[in-house]
């Protein structure tokens, strides 16, 4: 969909799930992968609706539960951070929202209006071996892209213990400017009671970790570019107009932004979805959209709503933002 219109079908919507990200220049960054609510499947727990709102610096979702049981019931609910892979991203341009924090990514929870703080379990491993401990006994952050706090508190260690993480695996080399080569997985969990014969109505909010890379015609008109973001004709020959009016028209490239949501994490609920709402925002009414679902509606300047009932979420999304304003799309 580019400027409103959105041309979709299944294939496209299985491939954009899938493809992995295309190579691009030195300044790119994939996107991280996060969703929504997570947690052990129960009969009972029913999800009567979702309202999905996406856009470049924030994602919001407003859930209801109905708990069908004829008493209460108590289950932990879970939101997963995006993982870590730092011996792939501890050099790339990606950067996160919140780098000085464990919560990189702001998330906020709210149930029935009120406020409510979820514990965060954070771990770290090299393949499949955990380094928490590790880690955590010299006063690291677990998360590799943390980069100052790392560099800072790799500046206090002495030489001999430099030596041991790079003996370990964690490091490339023995200083502080070096590579950060584990990964670290975090979730955010709480205990929920879902009351017996009403809503409970539940909201949290996040900064997506997105992608940016610089976009060539060449690439936006390749088949997998425009199977991974149902980019249509009309799509491609939008990219083309802002490539045109671009300050590196000579380069015959423009800006693109990558923000993903795993919907497919909702197929936990009890059956399925009553009221399924998605709202994307685009940022500004010169950038151009698209993303695979069929029937999307533009309802404001740079507002589009695809709305299903009775939903079993089918696919991941992946939101494509294109611009000249490397700003907007909060490229540095």
């Known amino acids: 969909m580019m400027g409103g ?28 992968d996060a969703g929504g609510l997570v947690l052990v499947r129960d009969p009972d727990i029913a999800l009567a609706s979702e309202d ?13 539960f109905r708990n069908t049981a004829a008493a209460p019931k108590t289950l932990r609910i879970a939101f997963p951070l995006p993982a870590i892979d730092g011996a792939h991203l501890s050099t790339s341009a990606l950067s996160l929202p919140y780098e000085d924090r464990a919560n990189f ?3 906020t929870v709210t149930v029935d209006g009120a406020p ?14 955990e380094v928490t ?15 100052g706090d790392l560099e800072a508190a790799l500046k206090r260690l002495k030489p001999a213990t430099l030596q041991e993480l790079e003996k370990a695996g964690l490091l490339s080399e023995p200083s502080a400017s070096t590579e ?8 955010f969990h709480w205990e929920q009671t879902f009351p017996a014969g009403r809503e409970l109505r539940v909201s949290h909010t996040y900064a997506p970790v997105k992608g940016n890379h610089i976009l060539s015609g060449q690439e936006a008109a ?26 590196e028209k000579e380069q015959d490239t423009t800006r693109a932004a990558e923000v993903p ?35 999307v509606r533009k309802t404001g300047p740079t507002t589009f709503v695809w709305e299903a009932k009775d939903y079993v979420p089918d696919a991941d999304l992946r939101i494509l933002i294109v611009s000249n304003d490397a700003a907007l799309l909060g490229i540095r």
């Open 5 to 32: 219109r959105v041309r979709s079908c299944l294939a496209a919507c299985i491939v954009a799930a899938s493809v992995s990200a295309p190579a691009r220049a030195n300044d790119s960054a994939a996107s991280l």
């Open 52 to 64: 999905l709102r996406i856009g470049l610096d924030r994602i919001a979702v407003d859930y209801v």
């Open 105 to 107: 990514v702001g998330f």
């Open 116 to 129: 409510v703080t979820p514990q965060l379990e954070e771990r770290a491993y090299l393949g499949t071996r």
């Open 133 to 147: 401990g590790l880690l955590t006994r010299h006063g690291l952050p677990l998360n590799p892209l943390r980069r």
């Open 180 to 187: 950060y080569l584990w990964r670290s997985e975090a979730k």
């Open 222 to 247: 390749t088949p997998a570019y425009r199977a991974r973001y149902c980019l249509d004709d009309a799509g491609l020959a939008g990219i083309r107009r802002l490539i045109a009016a671009s300050p």
């Open 261 to 295: 949501y795993i919907v497919t994490t909702a197929r936990n609920w009890a059956g399925r979805i009553g009221r399924f709402t998605l709202t994307v925002d685009k940022g500004s009414p010169t950038a151009l959209v698209s993303f695979c679902r069929k029937g």
